[in-house]
Each structure stands twice: as C-alpha cells, then as structure tokens.
C-alpha cells in the first residue's frame, strides 16, 4: 500500500508467520488480511444509544433509533456518552447510572471506545448543590467523581474531567454551585482537585481537560496546568463551528499552538452545519434561538467540502488522537442546528459518505497476499485491529508501533 509520506505516522509494518496447529508454517498460501478498527478514535456524541439500549421508547421511536445507531456503527469507533449532572442526578443519591451502563455496555460490546462528558462542569450542573455551603459543594464533586468512575470502570475508561475552566470562574448567565467553587479555588486550583480525584479511583483511564476556548487564556491554563505538576493525557479542543468554517488557516493556526505542549490533542466537539451560518453578531451560541434551521442541498455539498478538508489536516497530525463530531444526527442536534453527519429522517447526508470512504476507504487496510516459503507475510498498513483469514479460519492482530514479528496460529 502506497499512501503519502504525511500519514507515514499513522501506519506501520509487521511481519508474520503463520504456522498450523503442528506449529508447521502455511507456505504459498493465499491469505486474507482485513483491518476491523482504527486505532484512531473517530467519534460521535451519540446519546441515542441509551434509547437502544434500554429499549426504553416506543416500538416505532426505537426501530428509528436502531436505524440511527447502525449508521453510526458503520462508520465510527468511538462515542461520548452524557454526564451532565443536572441530568444524570436531577434528584439527590438518584443517577441515572442503570441506563448509562446499559448504554456504555452496549457500544463496548461492539468494540466501540466510550468517553464520559463531563464530570465537572458549571453548566447542567446538580441544581440541589445551591442548597450547600462551598465545602459541601466540593465534597459533593468529589463523592460524584468517585461514585460515577468507580462505577463505569472497564467501561468508560475515558472522561472530560473538567469543562470549559477558562470561563468557569466569571460565569455570570446564573447562580451555580461549581462557579462557587471555582471562585474560592482558583482555575488551576479546581483542575488540581478534580483530576487529583478522577486518577485515584481510576489510575489507568484517560483523561482530558476540555475547552471551548482557543485563544491564548486556554494556553495559559493549559501552562500553569502543568506547571502545578498536574498530568494531562490530553488536550480537548472544542470546534464549534455554527459561525462558519474556521478554514485551513485557522485550523493549522490552532494546532500550532496546541501543539507547543507536546500531549495528544482530542477536538472533542466539532460541528459544521449543513444549513445557513449563525451570525457574527451573536457572541454566546446558545444565544441563537430559532424555531428552524434547515439542512439544504447546496449547504450540505459544503459541509462535505469541509469535513473532508478538516478530518484530513487534523489526520494528517502527528498529535491529534481523536476527532468527534458533536452531532451525529439532525434529530435532537444541539441549538437545532443541521450539524449532524445525517438527516432528521436518518437519510445519509454527502458528508457522511465522505467521511465513511475516507475512514473506511482511503484510511483503511484490506489486502489478498501470499505466505513466502517460510509461512511468512509482510503487512503495511494503518494501525488498528486486524483479522487473517484463511481456510475458513479467522485469526486477530494488532498492528501497532511495535515491528517485532508475531507468530499466528490457524
């Protein structure tokens, strides 16, 4: 396989031997060699798998759901699962964790990596932590953190520790008891605490810190972050795009800057609509109330254009692990806005093919080969999960950075 010398970062070669199970090698064989999964984390917000999992609507609401669901699984290998406090636990020691596991469950099943949103945020938090002193708010996000990872460790071993801190302390659209906190403890003081937490109950999980803002105040969070020795596994970047397409420029602009600190950067949240753009004017997104936002012909051949244009420069970098757009669908899409990949009747839009022939095509690895005389087989391709098949057998591999030559038995 030939690709460009800018994706030699995302592929590798190994060499295997394929022997029988006498240990005696396969030689001059034809061989099948499939990949199944990226190791690349292509992702979706996708809460309508907690309506599939827990078959919790109506017949006809979950055979739509379905539908819905097994579009996404076409395509995409990773989901962001809701964790808004205010939602998951509306009612004191009552959270939705049942469903969230069902959910959780379901997409790891089908080998899809799952990230919690978020533990710590000030917007949808608890409405009852208003009743508490600042102490007892802050007792109150340590016992959920503990709770919420303990109890989706295996399944969820991926969160949004902490969201949106550049703003969290000024926030000023309502009262809300984590702004409290985060008065009396300081950015970098309330990242500390809740990352300190997160790690203890979950030592091994992935974790983010996550913004909506790129200017140069996420940078310096991010800085006195890592300065007050705090660990980082990656760098969330929101990409809210409802106010035009930030372009190649601006794109590779941010990356740049992100990049200064050498952790993988996630775009956590990405959204290019496929109807009209929100205007300039409008300085908080939630500000833009509309009865309807179309998706149009004419507008989704942009979106098209665009989602091509971006997951490829962001595929393209060396530090980028992980692209989730925020909206897989039109139907329930935040602010209504047509962001989603397809439509409110589950009709694929032109930049859902894009994207599937890009991460299913371009980006993937499928190839016949033959065994040489020793049994062996020399595979270049994109790092992800792969299965051989031959004589009706079927065999998985990784193929990862490591070139060491792995034996396979069928």
Not at 142 to 168: P, Q, S, T
Not at 199 to 213: K, Q, S, V, Y
Not at 214 to 236: F, K
């Amino acid at each position: 396989m030939r690709q460009s010398n800018r994706l030699a970062h995302r592929m590798n070669s190994k060499t295997i031997k394929l022997v029988d199970v006498s240990g005696n090698p396969i030689v001059r064989e034809e061989i099948e060699i499939k990949q199944t999964n990226h190791k690349f984390l292509f992702g979706s917000g996708i809460f309508d798998v907690i309506d599939v999992a827990n078959k919790n609507v109506s017949a006809n609401r979950l055979a739509f759901q379905e539908a819905k669901v097994e579009k996404f699984l076409d395509v995409f290998n990773a989901a962001t699962l809701p964790f808004y406090w205010g939602m998951f636990e509306p009612e004191k020691g009552k959270p939705r964790t049942k469903e969230l596991k069902e959910a959780a469950q379901w997409l790891k099943e089908r080998n899809v990596t799952v990230k919690g949103h978020p533990l710590c945020w000030h917007t949808l938090t608890a409405p009852w932590l208003l009743d508490m002193s600042n102490e007892e708010i802050l007792e109150a996000q340590f016992a959920r953190i503990e709770r919420d990872v303990l109890d989706f460790k295996g399944l969820i071993d991926m969160w949004d520790v902490i969201n949106e801190v550049v703003i969290m302390p000024i926030f000023d659209k309502y009262d809300n008891g984590i702004t409290r906190i985060s008065k009396d403890l300081g950015r970098v003081g309330i990242i500390k605490e809740m990352f300190a937490k997160t790690r203890e109950i979950n030592p091994g999980a992935t974790l983010l810190l996550n913004d909506f803002n790129t200017t140069i105040n996420y940078e310096i969070l991010i800085d006195g972050c890592l300065n007050a020795g705090i660990q980082i596994d990656a760098i969330g970047i929101q990409s809210h795009q409802h106010q035009g397409y930030w372009g190649r420029e601006k794109l590779e602009e941010v990356l740049e800057r992100f990049s200064q600190f050498g952790l993988p950067l996630h775009f956590t949240e990405n959204t290019l609509p496929s109807g009209h753009i929100m205007p300039a004017e409008i300085v908080d997104l939630n500000d833009y109330q509309i009865p309807e936002w179309p998706s149009t012909p004419e507008f989704e051949e942009r979106q098209a254009k665009e989602v091509e244009e971006m997951y490829s420069i962001l595929f393209e970098h060396p530090l980028v692990e992980s692209i989730t757009n925020w909206s897989f669908s039109d139907d329930g899409a935040w602010l209504g806005a047509p962001a989603g990949f397809i439509r409110k009747d589950n009709s694929p839009k032109p930049a859902y093919e894009v994207l599937k022939k890009l991460i299913k095509g371009d980006w993937y690895t499928n190839i016949t080969t033959k065994t040489d005389d020793a049994g062996m087989v020399s595979i270049e391709g994109f790092l992800g999960d792969y299965e051989i098949l031959y004589g009706g057998k079927k065999v998985n591999f990784k193929l990862d950075k490591d070139t060491d030559t792995e034996q396979v038995v069928l």
